[in-house]
């Protein structure tokens, strides 16, 4: 389970990465995606 996840997140980094290489401007936006995946990613350890 958790290599097919850890594979979804390095796909989603990256993803994130080229948006913002490419559009400076979504900076917040890129800032809030961290900002949900650190929440998510705490939610799941917590459970």
Do not use: C, E, K, T
Request: aromatic content about 18%.
């Amino acid at each position: 389970m958790w290599p097919h996840d850890l594979r979804d997140v390095l796909v989603f980094v990256q993803y994130l990465i080229q948006v913002y290489s490419a559009n400076w401007f979504l900076q917040d936006v890129v800032d809030a995606g961290f900002l949900v995946f650190d929440l998510v990613i705490l939610h799941d350890v917590g459970r």
